[in-house]
């Protein structure tokens, strides 16, 4: 692979699902008592936003989006702590099957219980108060619950966390006093809470208590690595020693996707409010981005939740006690040339509540360059403009969000940088390298961009936005074979008319040849809009029925054939879960083109993670190891090119000579992977090695593959399914990284490419485009595959969320030179055969 391009857009985002997106109370916890007044409003509003989304979408496990038909009874709980004044803490408290235990909590449920129903409003609804924890303080945890008839449901916008707290703290301070161990209240929080979250400590089931020490200790969801258990509600309270906080990072982590059912929430308190969650997940890690949380003081709550249907294994985590990071403890004075700096404990997720303050100096008449290699600092209902919660500040502007490149200069030789996180909702944080440069010559041999970054001085004026800011295409003179947007952007020629707004302004999509009123066909022709549409073929290729509601027996080059012959006509049928052939057959041979692992983000980097294209395979030919890139397309068999096999070398055709790593990400790591031999080697009768028509074999497995998160397979489109000019694509191998290199690359390598024009592509390759081929990369060089690449996959990611195969690595001219894009092999054209020889 051969690369000279940053990874700018970087479409794979983990999987972060919040389960209700409720408005918090702006209380602060630790310190808040009671908020009354103006905010009244914001937190009625809030309830009846947490009411509707929590009545629609959960209610009745009616997380598949339906709406419930009939109103059913809603319960609404709270919890938060209460601090007790003037009490000794007894260490006895937090077992909470001591006689201490049992003492207190019961005294202050009664207490609790006795607040809400001397309110008449509360009362109705009341139907218990638990305490589930106490910590040095004293700290005691709880949680309250209401049940409201579905006749009562309008009530629902009264249950702020406002009222609660009012009434918790007037009934608390009456009944305190009476009670038989005068407890004496000094503060008061409640937060809404999943009602799924509760738990009855003494109870007992599926409940731990654990003391985290300086070494490191263990626990796991039940009967892990097996699978967890349906409809659980398990809850882990961890405490450490005064003054230390809490790391737990889960080195395996895999729950069902769908966050509604199944999810792992972790809170920096004892009790499970909302005001509190430091994050709540679901899904698969991969070890590239393990889930790592750290506490702000010395509890931490874990809770795994799961609904009737499992099928994963759970998660096993590590935890212990660390020193806690103060203000004092982290930021600092930076006065080195270059270094590095990130947000506290990264990679794990920062500490809640927490300020750092970094000042970067350099020498007299030098500036500061800070670039981000990775930014996500994500809270559910947070504007990123105004970032009123967690966020990074710079010269007055205040960053949160996720960012995929951020890099910022100071004006001065001084720079500085502050970091805050509030009480709830942590991420992953930042890390960011800086330097000092010289402002007359920011930076030397390369384009400076806007925000200070610097890029290759051949990605100014090419057409992408390398610097993120657009600066690098702003102004520039467009070479012949670029089009002048209005704008005043360049853009590649082959671009224009491509139906892809890639100027921005759609002025290279605005005289396409076609008025108004005006269909375009495939080749260019034009036809009346009326037409469209009418059953009848207007278009030589039939484009103008293509993708029609009604079409009846119409079928044109573009139409998705059935198994029985019938012809849908509708763009990209296949597997677009809409059933379009009455046998089905539109939806067959749908598992594929996924990716377990949830992909980490690290911008600028061309290194693939392992996991990131699970369908890669090396084919490693007799002792000289990766010789050619391969596809996994089923358990069974592999797709790659014929050239690998066909070459003036018999020994090339025999399977006995190759092995093909499946799951493999460095070639210097193959432990992990899974290696087999082959059955037999297919390779086209039509199969050309002058001209590289038909450059495609399928090789059979000996053994079948065991898909797992490493290892699946890419999808085959049909033979109609439409990849357009413009669309973004990436090609992945262990190519050299620049032409005439000799060494292949050691780590995975991908590449974004574009899949280019055939008109284009045929000038371009001076009229050696055959039908089965396609150009895919840069006209302005670059970017491309290289040698060691062929036979590997080129896929693109399409609406029904699948990666499907289009194109498999074949030739081109050199590597990344300019004009002379990469050349593949059209999977669509050559879909028949592939199904001819494998059945698939
Ligand atoms: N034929 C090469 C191989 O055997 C692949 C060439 C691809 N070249 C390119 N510029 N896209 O690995």
Redesign the pocket.
């Known amino acids: 692979m051969?690369s000279a391009r940053y990874d700018n857009e970087n479409n794979h985002a983990e999987r972060v699902d919040f389960l209700t997106n409720r408005e918090k109370s702006p209380a602060k916890k630790r310190t808040t008592g009671l908020v009354i007044g103006v905010l009244l409003g914001v937190l009625v509003l809030a309830a009846v936003t947490a009411f509707l989304i929590w009545f629609f979408l959960f209610k009745d496990g009616g997380a598949d989006g339906t709406i419930s038909k009939q109103r059913s009874a809603a319960l609404q709980v709270f919890s938060g702590h209460l601090k007790l004044k003037d009490m000794q803490y007894d260490q006895k408290l937090e077992d909470t099957t001591s006689t201490e235990f049992s003492g207190l909590a019961d005294n202050l449920q009664e207490i609790m219980a006795a607040a809400y129903k001397k309110d008449p409003f509360l009362a109705k609804y009341y139907t218990k108060s638990v305490i589930t924890a106490f910590s040095e303080g004293v700290i005691a945890y709880h949680w309250t619950q209401f049940d409201i008839p579905p006749e009562h449901l309008e009530v629902l916008p009264e249950f702020t966390e406002e009222l609660i707290q009012k009434k918790l703290w007037a009934g608390v301070q009456a009944h305190g006093r009476l009670s038989r161990q005068n407890i004496q209240i000094r503060e008061i929080t409640a937060s809404y809470t999943d009602p799924r979250m509760t738990r009855d400590p003494r109870a007992q089931e599926c409940f731990f208590r654990l003391e985290a020490e300086p070494v490191m200790q263990t626990f796991q969801s039940p009967d892990f690595p097996l699978i967890y258990p349906a409809k659980s509600r398990c809850q882990w309270q961890i405490r450490a020693p005064e003054n230390n906080s809490i790391s737990v990072r889960f080195n395996k982590f895999h729950i069902e996707d769908d966050c509604a059912n199944d999810f792992v929430s972790i809170y920096d308190s004892l009790s499970p409010d909302n005001s509190q969650a430091i994050t709540e997940k679901c899904g698969q890690r991969p070890p590239s981005n393990i889930l790592q949380v750290v506490s702000s003081s010395n509890i931490l709550l874990v809770n795994l939740i799961s609904d009737g249907e499992v099928q994963r294994p759970g998660f096993s985590a590590e935890y212990k006690a660390i020193p806690i990071t103060t203000s004092e403890s982290c930021g600092g004075l930076l006065t080195n040339v270059t270094g590095q700096f990130s947000s506290p404990l990264y990679p794990s997720f920062y500490p809640p509540a927490l300020d750092c303050n970094w000042t970067i100096q350099v020498g007299a008449g030098q500036k500061v360059r800070v670039e981000f290699l990775l930014f996500r600092m994500k809270e559910p209902g947070v504007d990123t403009r105004t970032c009123h919660k967690d966020y990074v500040e710079v010269l007055g502007t205040k960053y949160c969000g996720e960012r995929s490149s951020l890099s910022l200069t100071s004006t001065t030789n001084k720079l500085d940088i502050s970091f805050h996180s509030d009480e709830s909702y942590t991420d992953k944080g930042f890390i960011a390298n800086y330097s000092a440069y010289d402002p007359a010559n920011p930076c030397p041999g390369q384009f400076p961009c806007a925000s200070g970054t610097c890029i290759a001085k051949a990605l100014h004026c090419d057409g992408w936005n390398d610097c993120g800011d657009r600066s690098d295409e702003i102004g520039c003179k467009c070479d012949t074979d670029q089009f002048a947007c209005d704008n005043g952007m360049c853009k590649p020629n082959y671009w224009v008319c491509d139906r892809v707004n890639d100027c921005g302004d759609n002025s290279d999509e605005k005289h396409c040849g076609c008025g108004s009123s005006e269909w375009r066909c495939g080749d260019g022709t034009c036809i009346p809009k009326e037409v469209m549409c009418d059953t009848k073929k207007d278009c030589e290729d039939g484009s103008d029925e293509a993708s029609c509601e009604v079409s009846p027996g119409i079928c044109s080059d573009y139409s998705f054939r059935c198994d029985d012959k019938s012809c849908v006509n509708k763009v990209n049928a296949d597997c677009d879960r809409v059933d379009d052939c009455a046998d089905g057959s539109d939806e067959k041979g749908c598992d594929c083109g996924i990716r377990p692992y949830k992909q980490s983000r690290i911008v600028g980097g061309q290194n693939a993670e392992l996991g990131e294209w699970p369908w890669q395979v090396s084919l490693h030919f007799m002792a000289r190891g990766h010789?050619?890139?391969a596809s996994i397309i089923s358990d069974r068999w592999l797709l790659s090119?014929a050239?690998?096999f066909k070459t003036s070398s018999p020994e090339n055709h025999l399977t006995a000579n190759w092995k093909a790593f499946s799951g493999l990400q460095d070639q210097a790591k193959q432990a992990g992977a899974a290696v087999r031999t082959l059955k037999s080697i297919i390779t086209h009768p039509s199969y050309n090695p002058m001209t590289?028509d038909y450059d495609i074999a399928v090789l059979e497995l000996s053994e079948p593959l065991k898909f797992s998160n490493t290892i699946q397979p890419v999808c085959l489109p049909a033979r109609t399914h439409v990849f357009p000019p413009g669309l973004p694509c990436w090609?992945t191998?262990w190519?050299t990284l620049r032409?005439g290199a000799q060494k292949i690359s050691q780590q995975l390598q991908k590449a974004e490419v574009k899949i280019i024009n055939d008109t284009v592509c045929n000038v371009v390759t001076e009229g050696q485009l055959t039908s089965r081929m396609l150009c895919s990369?840069f006209l302005s060089g670059g970017v491309?595959?290289?040698?060691?690449?062929?036979?590997g996959p080129l896929v693109c990611f399409e609406d029904n969320a699948k990666w499907y195969q289009v194109g498999i690595?074949?030739?081109?001219?050199?590597?990344?030179?300019r004009n002379?894009?990469?050349?593949?092999s059209r999977v669509t054209k050559l879909r028949d055969w592939i199904s001819e020889k494998t059945g698939l």
Do not use: I, L, M, T
Request: charge should be negative; proline fraction near 3%; charged fraction near 15%.
């Open positions: 051969n010789v050619c890139g090119a050239h690998c590289y090609v191998g190519g032409e990369g491309d595959a290289c040698q060691g690449d062929s036979g690595v074949s030739w081109g001219e050199g590597c990344a030179r002379k894009p990469g050349v593949y």
